[in-house]
Structure formats: structure tokens, C-alpha cells
């Protein structure tokens, strides 16, 4: 049975919100006392760039999510389980971004090792997200009507070569564990700016009435 | 007195989603440095394999408390309760799943002590979660006007027989703990692809218009 | 300027869904391996005890709070206030739930200061509810059209009343702390089964017509 | 493309509901049993302190986040980012409380340091909603059609004066950690009492007749 996107919609909001929430969770509080204070501040800076990145790339995930939903009008089965995978790695990412903080200045390979989990799951969320994508653009049932369902497909390539970026960054990391978290900021940047335009058959005016309509 | 569905759905899509999310904070960082760090990364392996079937368990949950309350229209006071108790139990979950993954690799009858417990807890919500839907189909009134309420209260045989399923894998525990916890993963693929299908008197057609109008 | 209650809803849902969720994670795993694994359980019992009734608690208080919301058409400042008011107070339940839960089964007074804390916490949220509660039935300007206002003002007396249990389990407290955990299952219990009915002028089918059409 | 603001707003009720409830898991649990309990209560009330304040300012913020929303129509995507960057630094707000609370009665400096780095991290919010208000207000092409634009853009000097008060703490922050904290309690409580106020080229009836239509 196809139904309503609300309740997906809310429940995903929900997941972002919280993923993005927690990971201050993993800032530890500096525990020197006196002048030492600043020096306990400035030893967190791993934690606080990760904080950083990993908000940005969540953050951006988010916009798009939210996107594409703009543009789908029902949801079935399939999609709420893809929908389900896509959520299930995006909320490891506070634990990643942990171990990288957590490793990130160690010498002996470690960092590196670190920062290739770190990537490792963005790859894993990248194919998650075109899985998921794939299966909205394959047939284009759930579409709303403006929607340009050919032109939503060809994006498919595209979206398919962004992602490449992603396993690069695995190559990164047994370089260097502090630029690997500099790329996958810059990446995050890109998405942020670069949305994969969903082509409409009629003009955005008529989209936004219809979905005035719908609620 | 009798309300509308809008805020029951929103408190447990958000209690779900926090639920299903903090499942990540039980995964812990591997403290290993230098070329011990996947070593330390291996040895996580029953939190990872726990987080994925919870994970799974919890979303299967979630679309099918949500293809129930899409065929409710109204929520009257026994339901908010009922509802409550099937989230009360639920939310259990991130514990014993915490409890099976650090034990699930101990020798002397732990493991399979916590995998009892583990199982308890599904014998709990499958009880729960039957007695929520025996109040819904038992009279029915609560249905929106499309659904077969005589079809709708047969699903409640099979439904129940389904759950038999359960208290098995409190038996299988004392067999063995990791073997229990990749019946729980098959059990919720089962359920993720078999949802008791509630029959509607009208193509379902109209049942889509008449929930549009009711947003 | 008085706004609508779409966006409060949906805030205090996300308050009391996370509270009522965070309670699990006081839950501590026991560390007790092989045969002794069900010991360390059972140890565990004034944390799961805890868990229900705060569990509960939470539960039946979002009830009362969708119930009142449910008669109530527009917010204005001193509401969002009030409301928040209740969500500061309400969000220290997990702490003292865990305060109570490690020192029940102490010796020499510890147990009762605790149920004395937890009880304490019950009268604060009691008090707010009831501002909460006397600014809402005070001028009644925010009430659906349909809601009797010198009937709802007329509740106050019997939720005033009702209020005097809280600071007897203060009193209880000092006697047994388990007993004064009973005490607030009961009294949870009996707000489940109890709400304070707000009168409405005319019959409750025209409301639902007003709040289908609000939406 | 230019969207509603119903996710946007869901999105962010739901970060604004977790950081406000996560403030409680900083509350730590006395460790002392007996007739030491309350010595033990008592000693944390550094983390209650902070606790009110922190809950109070992520509040009031909540509630002007909403208001400024009630007077949206549309978002776009750098809107979208904007409200990310202020819920980036808000996510932030348990954190730097966390660290004040332990240091706050602590000789040698580190008291003061902490409250410096909660006020900084206010003048980052402070700025964070500045930038945003600034954007909504610059063309004013998201508005409701009932707001007055030019009105709205000349709020800027007011709320840019306001945000004064927030660098001054943490000059303050040099003389009195517990000032500092008393001082933010002070700013929290004015711009509850304090908003900026939105004009409408129209009655306020027919702004609330158009947000109905909305719906």
C-alpha cells in the first residue's frame, strides 16, 4: 500500500535531528585546573573540527533528504526500507566521528586506520543514498506529477560520479588523517552547493501549488 | 474523548526515532593505538552485529506501527495507553541489546543469559504490540470508514500465531547466543516483507482520497 | 500575537519523547559473568522499578498535556512560557529517577533523602502544571470556541485538590523509599484513569468537526 | 527552489527539543549514602544552576526561532544553511554548560576561563541568528505577504544593539564566573519578556486568517 510522505518525512527529521544532536555528546569536558585550562581547551581541537565536519555532512544530508522528499508524493514499502538503510548508516556517523577525533593526532598508524572508517562509511552512505535514489527515479511512480521523470533519471549518472569523490577519500586516509577530514568538509561544501537539480515538466509555479494542495 | 491521530503519531515517531538512534551510543571506541587498531575495531564486532538487527527490529516496528495508525482515524483513551505500553517496552531495546553484545562472546552461561533476556524482551513487545491490536480490531471503532473491520479482526489469528515465533528464540538462547541473535535478524526481514494485510471494503483508490482529506 | 498550537505540539512531543526514551540508558548493564549473570540482574531491580514508574509518570503526563492541547486553539507568550516552565521541570525526572534508583536499597537514610528528592521534583511539576493550568482557565481567550470556560475554570478546585497527594509522598518518603515509589505508581495510575474533563457547551461531534477543520 | 516551512521547522523543534533535554544528562548523581546525601545534593548545585540558565536561553531561543517562522512563507536553500549555522552552535550549548558547571567553584583562573567560553559561544549564536535575521530581512522574499518588509529590515539596529550585552559577559567572565552565569540568566529572562516585534502592513486578524489558510 502506498501512503502519505508525513510520517516518513517526520520520523526521518527526527533521526537527523537526533544524530546531529549527540555528536556533542562526544565533546569531553578539559579537566585541567588554573592556567591550564586553555591548554585542556586546545587538546580538544580534533573533537572540535570533527564536531564540525560531521555537523556540516549531516546537515547537508538533511537539505537533500529533505529535497528529494519535496519532489515524491507517496512512499511504499521498498522505499520505506531503503529510507530505513539510508538512516541506519548515516546514525553511525557520531560513532566514526568519535574513533576519528578520539585517534586523530596518534602517530603509528592509528589515525590513518581511524580515518579510513571514517570514509569507509561514507561510502557506505553514499551507496546507501543511490540505492535509494535509484529506486525513486527507476520507474518514477511516487513522483508528483511536475516531476520530469526522464530527466529525474538521467540525474542518476551524475549523482553516481559525485560519488566517487567518497571511496578517494579511503585513499586519503592511509596519507593523512587531519586532510582526510578537510576533504570530506570541502565534499560536504560541494553538496551543499551542488543540489542534483530535479527536472519539472511544468514550470516550479504550478509544483508549488500543487503541494500547497497536498497538505 | 476521542482524538485525532496527528499528535500519538508524532510522540512515538519521535520516541522510535530516539530509540532506534541511540543505539549508536552504545557503540564504544576502540582504545588500541598503532597497528592494533583494527584489532580493537574487530573485536567490536558483537556491538556492530547487535546495533544491525536492533536497528532493523526497531525500524520494522516503526513501519508497521505506521501502517496501522494509517488505517486508524481516531485515538480514544485505552489506545493512548496501549500505545504507551508497546513504546514503554520498545524502548527497553538499546538496553538488551547493550547487555547481549557484551556478553554475547563470554563462556560459562552468560551469553546465553543475556540472550534470554534479549528474547524476553521481544516476547514482550509481541505481546504488547498483539494487545494493541486486539483492542483496535475488536470493535473496530476506531477504523477510518474504508477498512473491512470483520477482514481486519481475522488478521488478529495469524498475527498471533506469527508471534509464536518469539518465545522460540528465548529456547534457542540456551542453545546458543549468537545463533539467537541471527533468528532475530531473519524474524524481522520476515516481518519487514510480510505485514498482515488489512483489507479495505473499497479499492484503495478511495481510501487514499478520503486520508488526503483528512489532512 | 497569538499564533497557532501546531508548533508547541510538536515541541513538547519532542521534549516528553526524548525524556520518556532517555530514562533506558540509566539502565546499567550487569558486569557479572557465567552462572552469576542472573544475580547481577536482579541487582538491577531498583533501576528497572524506577524505569516503569518514571516511565509512566512521563507517559501520563503527555497524555494530560495532548488532552489540554486538544482544547486550546491559539498560544500566546505567557503560555510558551508556562510550558516551558513544565518541560524544565519535567526533564529533571531521568536525573532524580536515577538519584532514587541508586540509593534505594541503602541503609541510614541516603534511600529516603532520594525519595525524598524524587517526590520533591513530583510537587515542582505539580505546582507548574497547575500555573500552567490557572493562565489557561483564568480568561479562557485561548480555548476552542466550543469549551465551556466557567466549567474548565471550575476544574481547578478538583486538580488543586488533587495536587495534595504529591506532597504527601514527601512526607511518605521519610518513612520508606520503596513504598513512596509505589505510591507514585499508584498515583500515576489513577491520572491515568482520571482526567480532569473539560465541559464543552455543545456536543463533542461539533468539536470534532471544528478540529478536523482547523487542520 | 523555494520550499514551505513545515520540515525546516520540524527539523529544527526536533534539535531544539534534544539539546534542551540532553542538558539533564549532565546532572550527576551524589555518590555519598547516609546522612552525607544532601552534603552531596548540595555540591552539585553548580550543575543545577547552570542547568536553569542553559534550559532558559535554549528556550527563549525556541521560542524566537518560532516566531520568526510564524512570519515565513518559504524557504530557500541558503536560508536553509543559515538556520543549520544557528543550530550548529546552539547543539554546542550543553557543552560549553557542562564546562562551566565543573569549573565554576574552582580557584586559579580555570573558573573564569569556563565562563568565557560560555559567553563566547553566546556571542557565536548571537551572531549566527544575526546573519540569519539579516538574510530573512535583506530582500524580505520569504515573508508572509501580510509583513511589513521595510519595518522588519529596520528591526536590524535593534537586535544588532541588543547583541551587545553579549560580548560584555564575557568581559565579565574575567571578574566573576558566578556573575557571568547570573548575567546570562539576567539576558535570557529580558529577551523573553522582549521580543522584537515584526510589524504588519495589516491587522493581525488577517495574518492569522492566512496562516489558517496555510494549513
Redesign the interface.
Known amino acids: ?4 510522505t ?6 526521518s ?13 562526544e ?1 569531553k ?2 579537566e ?7 591548554h585542556g ?1 586546545r587538546e580538544q581541537w580534533p573533537h572540535y573540527a570533527a ?2 565536519v560531521s ?2 555532512i549531516i ?1 547537508v544530508m ?2 537533500n533528504h ?2 528529494i ?2 519532489h515524491i508524493k507517496r512512499v511504499d ?1 521498498p522505499l ?2 531503503l529510507n ?1 538503510l539510508v ?2 548508516v548515516v ?2 556517523i ?2 566514526t566521528t ?2 576519528l577525533a ?2 586523530l593526532m ?5 589515525a590513518n ?2 580515518a579510513v ?1 571514517y570514509s569507509l562509511l561514507t561510502v557506505a552512505y553514499a551507496l546507501a543514498f543511490l540505492a535509494f535514489w535509484w529506486y525513486v527515479t527507476r520507474v518514477g511512480h511516487l513522483f508528483h506529477d511536475q516531476v520530469d521523470k526522464a530527466g529525474a533519471r538521467a540525474t542518476r549518472v551524475r549523482f553516481g560520479l559525485g560519488a566517487i569523490a567518497y571511496p578517494l577519500t579511503v585513499v586519503l586516509a592511509f596519507v593523512s588523517a587531519p586532510l582526510t577530514l578537510v576533504a570530506h568538509f570541502l565534499i560536504a561544501l560541494y553538496y ?1 552547493a551542488n ?1 542534483i537539480p530535479i527536472p519539472l515538466v511544468v514550470e ?1 509555479e504550478r509544483l ?1 501549488t500543487a ?2 494542495l ?2
Open positions: 500500500m502506498e501512503t502519505e508525513g510520517r516518513v518525512e517526520a520520523f527529521d527526527g533521526v537527523f535531528a537526533i544524530i546531529i544532536t549527540i555528536l556533542v555528546l565533546l569536558v578539559p585541567e585546573t588554573g592556567s591550564d585550562f586553555w581547551v564536531y564540525v555537523f556540516l546537515g538533511w537539505v529533505h529535497t522528499f519535496g514499502r520505506l526500507f530505513l538512516l541506519m546514525s553511525v557520531p560513532y568519535n574513533v578520539e585517534h596518534e602517530e603509528g598508524g592509528s586506520a581511524a572508517l551543499a543540489q516550479e508549488e503541494s500547497d497536498r497538505k
